[in-house]
Each structure stands twice: as C-alpha cells, then as structure tokens.
C-alpha cells in the first residue's frame, strides 16, 4: 500500500450496514457476544475518534473506532478511559498497513483533543500485544482489571502518559 492509495474519512460518512458486513468479514459470526462488545454496552463510538480507511477505488477496506468506558475502582469510583477498537481490516488486505493507519490517525485525534488538559485519556484495548506494543499499548498496568465476561489477561492493554494514574484494580466497563 502506498500513501496515495489510502484515504481516511471519518466513520460516521460510511453507511454503517457497510460497517457492519466489514466487522463481520474480520471477526466472523458471534461477533457481538465478545467480551469487549459487553465492555462497551450501551455506549456509542466517538466520532472524533472514529475513521474508515478506503482502498485507491475508494472501497472500504478497514475501520476504527472509539468509546467512552470507565474502570470502576474499589471504592466505586470510575475512572473514564477511551476503548479502542475494534480495529478492523479485511481479512484479504490484512498485511497491507491500513491498522497502522487507522491506529495513527486515530491517536493523532486522541493528542488533538486532549491539547488543552495535561494528557489525553487513557486508552484501553483487548488485542495482541506484539502488535500494538508498537502503539505504545501495555498489559503491564492491567493484572488487577476484570471485565465482564471471559478474556485473556494478556490480551487486555492500556496505552496511558502516566500509568501511576492508573488503579491497580477495578473493573471496566461502560462509561454513559
């Protein structure tokens, strides 16, 4: 893939059932009932933080998105995190750099918004750490999380500026 064979528009100017056949394509039947659908429940993906990556004949080919989650400590308090993903890409241009796209993009909108506080949110994440360690995500901070339903420790990342913010235990979920 080359720069001028890549256009990134916002997701909200894709006609979600297109959305929607391209998360099927990428994560297959039962896609709903993951873990990260039930993190996120009831909440809606940030616009801003939400973008389609279109191939040279303009066709979808990979998206990304964003939502507001909180991690609810010991004390009830919670703690308002950003829930990236899902990160999706066809499974035939898969290799080609459009997650990594999707991924800058994405995190240079994250910088952007948060330019006039001290640091964006933290970003949370259930993927593959060797790929998105290149993005600065970590499970580093996250032993002491629970999610509600099953999910491989390993697999659940935090990218944060300063992770002594973070709680060493608590639970995520949706931030409405």
Aim: net charge negative; aromatic share 6%.
């Amino acid at each position: 893939m080359t720069d001028a064979a890549l256009s990134l528009i916002p997701l909200e100017g894709v006609d979600p059932e297109l959305v929607e056949q391209l998360l099927d394509r990428a994560f297959g039947p039962g896609r709903q009932s993951r873990t990260a659908y039930k993190v996120r429940e009831g909440t809606q993906a940030l616009p801003a933080l939400s973008f389609a990556a279109l191939d040279e004949d303009d066709m979808l080919v990979a998206t990304i998105q964003a939502y507001p989650v909180a991690l609810t400590d010991a004390a009830g308090r919670p703690h308002p995190m950003l829930m990236i993903g899902p990160v999706a890409v066809l499974p035939e241009r898969q290799g080609e750099g459009f997650g990594r796209a999707l991924m800058a993009a994405q995190s240079a909108a994250i910088e952007a918004l948060a330019a006039n506080s001290a640091a964006p949110l933290p970003q949370v994440l259930i993927g593959d750490e060797p790929y998105y360690s290149k993005f600065g995500f970590t499970a580093q901070h996250t032993g002491g999380w629970t999610l509600p339903g099953p999910w491989d420790p390993k697999r659940l990342l935090v990218r944060c500026a300063n992770p002594a913010v973070l709680p060493h235990e608590g639970t995520l979920g949706p931030w409405n």
